[in-house]
C-alpha cells in the first residue's frame, strides 16, 4: 500500500536525525505501521557536519544487527577499535606520542562498534525510508503543530495541511518540540560544554612522533599494545575534568574538546582555532599537526546536558534522542539510549491499549533509570580524567556496568520482557548507592593524589582488561539467547562479580593512600570493604586497616 497521498498514519516521527530514521526503520523492519516522518529541513541532514560519530556495543549491536546494516555499515564506515586514553607525562616536552601514558584494550571488540559519519549515515538512512511504500517523509516542515488526543487519532498540521495519526513520537533534537509543547524540560547537575571541528584528512596520531615509521612499527610496546590501527580508536587525550576526542571518518577527522566547565573558562575555547589552539597548549603533542590542518566545520554547546520529566505516555506519545534526555557524550551513550528508547518505543506501538498503562509506567522508568544511571559518571568523577590510576578504575567499573546491564539485556532483547524488567530494576537500583559511593570516593582519591602524591615521570601503560573482573565481563558478550531465567542467573552473579570488583578498587586506593601495596592483594581485607560506608579519609583509613584482624585472623572469621 502506498501512502504517498493518505492523511492517516500509525505513526508520526518529528525530526529526521539519528533517532527519527532509525525509529522508522526499525518501526518499518518489525511491524507494518505506517509512518509520516517530518522534518523542519527540506533535505536532511544538510550540508553542515553533525557531531555524534562513536559508537559502543549497543548501539553498534541496535545498528548492524537489530536494524539490519551490518554490510552497509562495513563498506562505509570505519569500524572502531575500543576507546583509547593518553595523559602526558610531567617534566617531559610532551611533543611525542611516546611521552604520553596510555591505557587501552588490546582485543577488538567482538560486538562491532563502528565511527559513524553520521551525515553519510542519515542520508542513506533516509534514502531506504523515502523507498519504503509505508512510508512518507515530508522535509521542510513550518508550522508545525500537534494537537494531542487521549483518546482518539491525534492531529498534525505543518505547511497548511493536517495529518492524524495514532502515535506522535518526538525526534527534533534539541528543537525538543514536544518538550517545550509539555513543559517537560528538567535539569541536571552536568555543567560541561563541548567545542569541536572536523579537519581535513586523518590526524593519525601514531605519526605524531619523533620516531622513524620503522621504529614505530618495531616498537615493544607493541608486545602489549599489539597491532591494530590505534587511529580506528576513540583517542581520547585526558586532563582533570576534561577530554579532547579524536575520531576517524573517511577523508576528514574529528575533534572535539569536552569540559567541565568548573576548570576550564568556555570563551578560552569558544571557536574552532581557540579550541585547536587550547588543545596544543594542553598537550603539545598536537603542536606538530593541527596549527596546519584546515578546517571544514565546527560547531560548540555552551552547555549541553539535561534531563525530561517524561518521555513515554500511554496517551501515545513518546519522545527519543536529544528531545528528550542528554547526558554526556564520555563514552558515548547518545546512541545507546537511542537505541534502547526506539526498542521500548516500538514495543509501545505495537501493545494492545489495555496494556498501553501498564507499558507506560514500566518503561518511563526504564528509560530514567537508563539515562540516570550514567549521571554520577559525570556529575561526581569527572576530575578522575586527570589520572590514569584513578581513571583506570573508574572506566573499568563503569565498563563492566555497561557490559552487565546494558549490553546483555539489549543482546538478548529483554529491555522489553516485562517479567524480566522487575529483578533487572531490582539489582540496578541496589547498584545506584554503591556507584554514587564509588564515584565520590574515586573523585576524593584523585584529590588527595593531586595534594600528595608526585605526578608520574615515566610514561606507563595499561591494558584495562588487565583487571580481571573487567575481562570477565566481557565474557557476557557471548552469552546470547538467554532464557529470562538464565538471564536472571548470569545478572545476578554479574552483580555479585560487581560488588567484588568495587572492592578490589577501594583496596587499590587504601593501598596508595597508605603505601602498603600488600593490600591491593589482601582478599581478607577487601572482604571486609562495607561498600555503602565508603569514605575517603586517609587517617580513619588508617586506623581501620590498623584495627583489622591480622590476616590469619581474618581468614578464621
Ligand atoms: C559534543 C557532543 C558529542 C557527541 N558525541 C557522540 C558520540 O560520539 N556518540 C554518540 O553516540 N553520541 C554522541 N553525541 C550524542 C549524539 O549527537 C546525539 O545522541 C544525536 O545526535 C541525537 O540525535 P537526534 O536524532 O536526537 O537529534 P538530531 O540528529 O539533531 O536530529 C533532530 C532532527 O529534528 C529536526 N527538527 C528539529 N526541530 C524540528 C521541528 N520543529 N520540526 C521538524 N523537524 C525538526 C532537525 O532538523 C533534525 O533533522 C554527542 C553529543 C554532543 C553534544
Redesign the pocket.
Known amino acids: 500500500m502506498s501512502v504517498a497521498s493518505e492523511s492517516r498514519y500509525d505513526v508520526v516521527i ?8 532509525t525509529l522508522a526503520r526499525h518501526l518499518l523492519l518489525y511491524t507494518d505501521k505506517t509512518v509520516l516522518l ?4 527540506a533535505d ?3 550540508p553542515s557536519q ?7 556495543q549497543l ?1 553498534g549491536y541496535y545498528f548492524s544487527k537489530v536494524l539490519d546494516l551490518e554490510e552497509y555499515l562495513l563498506r562505509n564506515h570505519y569500524l572502531k577499535y575500543n576507546l583509547r586514553f593518553h595523559w602526558p607525562t610531567s617534566g617531559k616536552a610532551n611533543q611525542a606520542l611516546e611521552d604520553y601514558s596510555r591505557s587501552f584494550i588490546r582485543f577488538s571488540s567482538n560486538l562491532a562498534t563502528f565511527q559513524l559519519d ?1 551525515n553519510k549515515f ?1 542520508e542513506h538512512l533516509l534514502a531506504t525510508a523515502r523507498e519504503h511504500p509505508r512510508c512518507r517523509f515530508v522535509g521542510g ?1 513550518q508550522n ?1 503543530d500537534a494537537k494531542l488526543n487521549p483518546g482518539g487519532p491525534h492531529r498534525i498540521s505543518f505547511n497548511g495541511s493536517a495529518a492524524e495519526c495514532s502515535w506522535v513520537v518526538d ?5 525538543g ?1 514536544l518538550k517545550r509543547k509539555m513543559g517537560l524540560a528538567q535539569s541536571n547537575n552536568i555543567r560541561h560544554g ?1 567545542t ?1 571541528c572536523w579537519v581535513e584528512g586523518l590526524v593519525n596520531i601514531e605519526k605524531l612522533t619523533d620516531r622513524s615509521w620503522t621504529e614505530v612499527r618495531l616498537s615493544r610496546d607493541r608486545m602489549k599494545q599489539g597491532n591494530f590501527p590505534f587511529f580506528l580508536a ?1 583517542n581520547h587525550f585526558c586532563a582533570e575534568g576534561m577530554w579532547f ?1 579524536i ?1 576517524p571518518l573517511h577523508g576528514i577527522t574529528s575533534l ?1 574538546l ?1 569540559y567541565d566547565k568548573a576548570v576550564l573558562d568556555s570563551d578560552r575555547v569558544s571557536t574552532a582555532r581557540k579550541m585547536l589552539e587550547f588543545v596544543c597548549e594542553k598537550w603539545p603533542v598536537f603542536q606538530r599537526d593541527l596549527p596546519q590542518r584546515k578546517v571544514v566545520d565546527e560547531g560548540r ?1 555552551y552547555d ?1 546536558s539535561y534531563d525530561a520529566r517524561q518521555t513515554i505516555s500511554a496517551e501515545r506519545w513518546a519522545i ?4 528528550g534526555r ?1 547526558s554526556d ?1 564520555l563514552y ?7 537505541s534502547i528508547y526506539n526498542t521500548l518505543i516500538v514495543d509501545a506501538i505495537q501493545a494492545r491499549p489495555a496494556d498501553l498503562k501498564r507499558k507506560e509506567s514500566v518503561y518511563e522508568l526504564v528509560m530514567r533509570v537508563m539515562y540516570s544511571a550514567y549521571v554520577p559518571s559525570y556529575a561526581l568523577s569527572y576530575d578522575c580524567l586527570g589520572d590514569r590510576q584513578a581513571f583506570t578504575y573508574k572506566y573499568g567499573w563503569e565498563l563492566a556496568i555497561y557490559f552487565g546491564f546494558y549490553v546483555l539485556p539489549f543482546i538478548n532483547d529483554l529491555f522489553t520482557d516485562e517479567e524480566f524488567l522487575p529483578h533487572f530494576l531490582r539489582k540496578f537500583g541496589l547498584l545506584g548507592p554503591i556507584n554514587r559511593n564509588l564515584q565520590n570516593f574515586l573523585s576524593d582519591f584523585y584529590r588527595w593524589k593531586q595534594a600528595h602524591v608526585p605526578p608520574e615521570t615515566e610514561t606507563g601503560m595499561n591494558d584495562f582488561y588487565e583487571m580481571r573482573w573487567l575481562r570477565e565481563s566481557e565474557k557476557l558478550f557471548y552469552q546470547v539467547g538467554l532464557t529470562r531465567e538464565e538471564a536472571i542467573e548470569t545478572l545476578d552473579m554479574h552483580f555479585h562479580h560487581l560488588r567484588e570488583y568495587a572492592r578490589w578498587i577501594v583496596a587499590q586506593v587504601y593501598a596508595t593512600v597508605l603505601g602498603k601495596p600488600e593490600i591491593g592483594g589482601d582478599a581478607a581485607f577487601q572482604e571486609r570493604v562495607k561498600l555503602r560506608d565508603l569514605a575517603f579519609d586517609p587517617e580513619k583509613m588508617r586506623m581501620d586497616y590498623e584495627a583489622m584482624p591480622s590476616r590469619a585472623e581474618a581468614v578464621a572469621v
Do not use: M, N, Q
Open positions: 518529528v525530526g529526521a536525525g539519528l533517532a527519527g530514521l517530518l522534518d523542519k529541513r536532511p541532514p544538510g553533525k557531531v555524534g560519530e562513536s559508537l559502543v548501539s553520521r542519515e516542515v508545525l525526534c527534533s533534537g534539541r528543537g518540540f563541548s569541536w576513540t576526542w575520531i572535539g569536552v554547546y549541553f527519543s534522542g536529544e528531545a542528554f557524550p558515548s551513550p547518545g546512541s545507546d539510549l537511542i
